[in-house]
């Protein structure tokens, strides 16, 4: 029998899932998670703290997830047949993510991580893909090479397709990234040539730059700028592709371009202020402060790079022998913090490997650097894309090819919502209906008014609703005294959407979303 407490809470639940992604959104999930274990009530604990796992992982923060992570095993652990398939296998793939934090920043404890990954082990095998890559990447972390070696053949001899694991697609670059650092290019290479990217959006582009150094080491040269170049294109904009950037910056200083390797660090430095973890920012920095000392050995010591400005420090023009001197401190006191929670000394001595490392071959030549600006490098394996006229099922691979094709940054959060955020607007692309052939797209507008607004609210969204065709505009009210203005594009496809049909719906939800989320903050 539901009591009025646990409608209560209940209600509270779905007004925060709707409130916009921040800090406030994450806190009121905490609370609601609290409160319903503190009230005996574990199905809303478990659905508030699974939200609030995917709202931390949609902001980024995936080290946040480790204590719902390990809330979650414990209310299971009390209540054994609370969660069904989908849900378990949901909770092991957020535990695969927790255990992966440890990986990207020293504030995620090391006893925390191995004890979500046992867990992991006793639930899936000792046998099992996720887990092997998990344990093969942790000893590598911590600077074992024989365990990481051991563990890497489970993983390798694996299923790639365990909905436990990460990106199936993705799994040949991460191996490559291992054999590569562990010195065997070839072998990264010959990974990389036997991956199937599937349905994948990150790819080619992913592996093409796992396979930058090896190319370099392996002296085929022309191959490893024809990857820079097709791979940078892409990765240059994307938020979440910024770990990705230090193998460009290392590419330019050991391939032999530090003119345009100091282009690209003066282009991305302002990401360094707000990196995707610590793990990204001491490697963007080793990079960095590597290029920088290779630069000035070759007389670009003096060449003048903005730095923006961020909390204390001010902006300034600095000179590229004094910025490799700063990120190599940044680098190195990470590396360091790293190691202070491992017990070991790896990091600092990956990174002082790093720094050490000088060019491996001279750059191809200026007319072919630019002939790869105007040619695609590397033709995708696989069936020929769709004919653009040629309607086909609305799928999550055509919608992601869509806002790739744009440029756009988002994220895939784990029900298979595109989710994005232009200007004033958060906007999320989902499939829905029986067959997932109904395509919706919600706005919701960052500013909020005050829930004694609500007369003026509902008067807006009249008038936007009589003036314009999309989208279509609501005021909803969560449990908080504010007003959540959003709207809604609801298109059926159930016919069928050809790839420049999709790309025009996108298109006009980007645009009228984006016009409604500016309207709203133009309000008094």
Known sequence: MTTARDRGLTAALADARDRPDGAERCAELARIAARADATGDPRTAAAARFALVEAYLHLGERWRTVEPVGHLRATLARHPGLLDADDLTRLRRHQRQAVEALFGTPRVGLDQARSLLDTLTDDLGPDATPVGELRCRLADHLGDEPAARHAYAHWSAGDTADPVGGCPGCAPARRADLLAGWGEPAAALATLASADPGGCTDQPERSLAAGLLPWLRTGAVVEAARAHVRAYRRHRRERTAFPLLATHLRFCALGGYPHRGLELLTEQLPRLDHPADDLSAMEFAAAGALLCGLATEAGLGGRRIHRPGHGSRPAAEVDVATLGAQLQALATALAGSFDARNGTGHQSGRIASWLAERPLAGPVSLAAESEFDDEPAVEEAGPDPAHPDEPAPLDLAALAAVLDGRGEAYTVEPDGTLAGRWGEATIQFRRLGRHGDVLHSRVVAAR???????????????????????????????????????????????????????????AAAIRTGTAYADAVAALP
């Open 448 to 506: 909020r008014l005050p829930a004694a607004r609500r007369a003026e609210a509902y008067a807006f969204c009249n008038v936007w609703n009589h003036d314009r065709l999309l989208p279509a505009a609501y005021v909803h009210q969560p449990d908080d005294e504010t007003l959540v203005l959003a709207a809604g594009i609801t298109t059926d496809l159930s016919c069928g959407v050809a790839p420049v049909q999709l790309a025009v719906l996108v």
